[in-house]
């Protein structure tokens, strides 16, 4: 049988061979691997159309993209073997990040969930911008700059529409400059936001007493009595210490009515929830002078002086110090 193929069977096998080999290269080429996984939310369900990025974090620098399917699927082929970090995002929300190792012997599975990771690049860029807006309007109100202090907040409210101490803020600025009006307008739009602003309570009780609205004051001051012991807020330009602002506002309720010692009852509580609360050792200071305690006036008015050496009552705590030493 040989001897009649003329010599072709050597050809025919050789010609075998060589296809056997031209159709296994392209295997042996094709050494790589993939990343599969799931992307869901925080509730545990599927999100489709996140955008999944994997990057490789080791040798040569390789960045993927692609999408997550109906069931949150998603699979990227054809990658070299190494270390991976995969995250989604869909919506300016980020997931977790996925460290991975990609072989050739078996899929990498990466399996995210959306909103575990944080605001996206460019959700934090915002959230730097509204931090930067707002550290500088309390820099400004701080140093008695209110219409700087003023615009400042106003750009962060507008940058982020739950700012409660955005529109606190600016009522204590607004106050400051005594515009009433527009401060009590602020302090309502902060509790409109958080009800249980205490702060803000006690606000619109400090500029119901500078118009003497009395009775809206007290009404104030014992919403923000209420609230101070679990208020809070960050009060941020206008200084911290609700329970002791709280108790201060009723104190000078209570004096504007004449009722001295309930009034001085309150100073005194003040600044036992606060020992630094100036204004509260300046009006107890003139309720030892209306007792006829000399002696104890003139250690409150001195500690008035420490603590606020350029405050409001400054100058009459000075002239006080100076008859009572005669």
């Known amino acids: 049988m040989v001897s009649r193929l003329n010599g072709r069977l050597p050809w025919l096998v050789a010609s075998v061979i060589a296809l056997s080999l031209a159709i296994a290269a392209p295997a042996f080429a094709q050494s790589t691997g993939m990343i599969k996984g799931v992307v869901k939310d925080t509730n545990g369900q599927p999100v489709e159309g996140a955008k999944v990025t994997i990057d490789m974090v080791e040798g040569v620098s390789r960045h993927f993209e692609t999408k997550s399917n109906k069931k949150g699927e998603f699979i990227q082929i054809g990658l070299q073997g190494g270390p991976y970090k995969v995250t989604a995002e869909k ?18 599975e990466a399996n995210l969930v959306l909103g575990a990771g944080g605001p996206s ?59 009433y009006d527009k401060a009590e307008a602020a302090y309502k739009k902060a509790i409109e936001m958080k009800p249980d602003y205490a702060e803000a309570y006690s606000g619109l009780a400090n500029i119901y007493n500078a118009t003497r609205k009395f009775d809206e004051a007290a009404a104030a001051s014992a919403k923000a009595m209420e609230l101070s012991g679990g208020a809070g807020g960050a009060a941020a330009a206008g200084g911290g210490g609700g329970n002791a602002d ?29 020992p630094n609360h100036a204004e509260s050792h300046y009006q107890l200071g003139m309720a030892l002078v209306n007792e006829g305690n000399l002696a104890g006036a003139t250690t409150e008015f001195e500690t008035y002086l420490k603590l606020a050496p350029t405050g409001p009552n400054a100058a009459t705590a000075k002239g006080i110090l100076g008859s009572l030493k005669k």
């Open 246 to 274: 709280a108790m201060f506002n009723q104190g000078v309720i209570l004096w504007n009515a004449g009722k001295i010692a309930d009034a001085k009852k309150q100073f005194e509580a003040a600044i036992a929830a606060n």
């Open 91 to 108: 919506d300016k929300v980020s997931s977790n990040t996925a460290e991975v190792r990609v072989s050739i012997s078996r899929p990498a």
């Open 121 to 179: 690049k460019e959700a934090a860029a915002k959230n730097a911008e509204l931090k930067k807006a707002f550290d500088e309007g309390v820099a400004a109100s701080r140093a008695g700059n209110h219409d700087e202090a003023i615009a400042k907040f106003t750009a962060a409210a507008g940058m982020n529409a739950n700012c409660f101490d955005c529109y606190y803020n600016i009522a204590y600025s607004e106050s400051q400059k005594k515009d």
